[in-house]
């Protein structure tokens, strides 16, 4: 994992409520660091934060259920939005006989910006390419409050399970396709024709400007090499294309709304069709 945790979350928040200048509720409140007093957000009175209080607990319970461990903590925009990582430390995890080392990824916003996000990641531990899957384990709007109990941590666990397999199932499926340069260069072209392209070039002193499309290109060439001319190593050269050629700031560990996970998808789309 390239992400740097941290060990725990030592502050939480706190709602204020909001009133005009005459002392008359404005039916809105603040959401604000306990530790430095800072504004995350102001919402609407319907809005139910999740503190960082019952995040963790939902993590302690998940630890509970089995081979899940915490692994660390991210913040980001000043603590506007939090993320849990939880390393599933199962001995038997494999795809197409490949190790992997696989997290369960929670995310939480306190300004609205983000539902409460529940999903996996996986990563091939031979060379860390990572894939994050966009069907998430849970998610839900800031609306109603969410109850964290030992049933609701053996309900995400049992979620966990079904999107687990149904990745190595269709992980089993992409290595039984052959492909061919035909199509390698048409997933290259599907990719880069995106309307969502990642549009940077790597430029060294020594050497010319290297475009997405060679990178891209150059990242399948290596998978295929070692995993086999299937649609597995076709897929993989997009992960490692997203896993180590991306701008760090495009490629966050976890990241299921960022230029990666969306490269992914996408090439997930177009081998599972060939």
């Not at 990563?123 to 839900?140: A, G, I």
């Not at 048409?186 to 309307?195: A, G, K, P």
Request: aromatic share 8%.
């Amino acid at each position: 994992m390239k992400t740097k945790l941290l060990p725990s979350l030592d502050w939480d928040i706190k709602v204020q409520p909001l009133k005009t200048i005459t002392g008359i509720s404005a039916n809105r409140k603040a959401i604000m660091r306990t530790d430095n007093g800072s504004v995350l957000g102001v919402m609407s009175n319907r809005y139910k934060p999740l503190s960082n209080s019952r995040l963790i607990k939902l993590c302690t319970l998940i630890e509970r259920t089995g081979n899940f461990r915490i692994e660390g903590y991210s913040t980001f925009r000043n603590g506007k939005v939090v993320m849990a990582f939880m390393r599933n430390y199962d001995p038997k995890l494999n795809i197409n006989g490949y190790n992997l080392s696989e997290y369960l990824l929670l995310g939480n916003s306190h300004d609205g910006s983000k539902r409460i996000f529940i999903g996996s990641s996986q990563n091939l531990v031979r060379c860390e390419n990572q894939f994050t899957s966009t069907s998430p384990v849970f998610q839900k709007k800031h609306l109603g409050d969410v109850e964290i109990n030992s049933s609701f941590a053996e309900a995400i666990k049992s979620e966990y399970e079904k999107e687990r397999l149904s990745i190595y199932a269709k992980m089993k499926h992409l290595r039984e396709k052959s492909i061919n340069e035909e199509i390698i260069g048409r997933l290259v072209r599907y990719l880069i024709r995106s309307d969502r392209t990642i549009s940077h070039e790597r430029f060294n002193s020594e050497v010319k400007p290297i475009k997405p499309i060679d990178l891209i290109t150059q990242s399948i060439r290596r998978e295929i090499a070692e995993l086999g001319q299937n649609a597995f190593g076709l897929f993989n050269g997009v992960t490692w294309y997203t896993s180590h050629e991306l701008p760090r700031n495009q490629n966050n560990f976890g990241n299921v709304n960022g230029a990666a996970s969306y490269l992914n998808e996408r090439a997930l789309e177009f081998c599972m069709e060939l």
